[in-house]
């Protein structure tokens, strides 16, 4: 089933403020089993210049997964057709514990292809003086009737 | 923590092996808040055409990132990072997972970043495509090209 592409443009109101908090990164980075100091020690975050322990480079994921999660509902996508197709970050700076995000979603794509439809979403998450940090693209593929 | 690679133009980044089980996509699950049953269910899995329990994409780009870091020996090195979902790692319900390997090779030094280009494979086979990063480095080294 084709995903109506009269999505394409549209953006989401800005997410309520998510704040960073030292023990999810240290879950996070738990998860993944990295090891750089800087994740869970202040003081080596400190070293490098930031107030507070810094997240691994995937961890907007977090807050944009949930941001994103409005468009799968309205595009009436069944979660466990989904497979993940492309992702990518660009970071104005690390995200760092303490940090007060906030998420606003575009769809930028809707395409069908090989029986498959594609949705790709921009994530731009702010500081709550809206000074940009991160951009983040999910590029969702729902795979068709087998 | 390995020490960091010297930044040279073609330099062959060491390749990192990371070993993912069926606990690990649970905890994976967990802290990411992505709970889609592929990732955790065989039998909803194979239902969506898939040859079972698949590891997060986000969870295999995150062991990718471990590789980057650990490279440029600094937690804040990624500037940008993007890949392509191209096989899923299909994990085994057994002690040993699947194994994922990271190798990298530096494609340009410009202005104290440098361009890598990964190679993720999981059981031989190419698991991303496409899959680059914009490093952070300690001062790319002298003569490397676009710096003033």
């Not at chain 1, 089993?33 to 994921?61: K, S």
């Not at chain 1, 702010?126 to 991160?134: C, I, R």
């Not at chain 2, 899923?88 to 990271?102: C, I, L, N, Q, S």
Request: proline share 6%; hydrophobic share 40%; charged share 20%.
């Amino acid at each position: 089933m084709a995903l109506d592409p009269s999505f394409v443009g549209r953006s989401y109101p800005p997410t309520p403020p998510y704040r960073v908090g030292r023990e999810k990164i240290r879950e996070f980075v738990e998860a993944i089993g990295a090891t750089d100091p800087a994740y869970t020690d202040p003081d080596a975050a400190r070293a490098l210049g930031y107030p507070d322990v810094v997240a691994p480079p995937t961890f907007p994921i977090v807050l944009t997964l949930a941001a994103g999660q409005s468009v799968i509902d309205d595009l009436g996508i069944e979660y466990a057709r989904v497979v993940h197709g492309d992702q990518r970050f660009a970071y104005t700076r690390p995200v760092v514990a303490g940090d007060e995000l906030v998420c606003v979603c575009t769809v930028e794509e809707i395409m069908s292809r090989g029986g498959h439809d594609f949705v790709t979403t921009r994530v731009d998450v702010s500081d709550t003086a809206g000074a940009p940090v991160v951009s983040v693209w999910t590029r969702l593929v729902v795979r068709g009737d087998a | 923590m390995s020490e960091p690679q010297a930044w040279v133009e073609g330099q062959e980044l060491a390749a990192q092996t990371y070993r993912v089980t069926r606990a690990d996509l649970v905890r994976y699950a967990g802290a990411s808040g992505d709970f889609n049953p592929i990732h955790w269910s065989d039998r909803i899995a194979r239902s969506v055409g898939l040859p079972g329990v698949i590891a997060h994409g986000m969870f295999t780009m995150a062991l990718a990132g471990r590789a980057l870091t650990t490279w440029a020996g600094r937690a804040d090195a990624v500037i940008e990072y993007g890949v392509r979902f191209t096989k899923p790692v299909v994990v085994p319900d057994d002690d040993t997972g699947a194994e994922v390997v990271v190798a990298g090779v530096v494609r340009s030094i410009i202005d104290g970043q440098a361009q890598v280009d990964l190679t993720v494979t999981s059981g031989g086979e190419k698991v991303l495509a496409q899959a680059r990063a914009r490093l952070r480095v300690a001062g790319g080294s002298a003569g490397s090209t676009g710096v003033p």
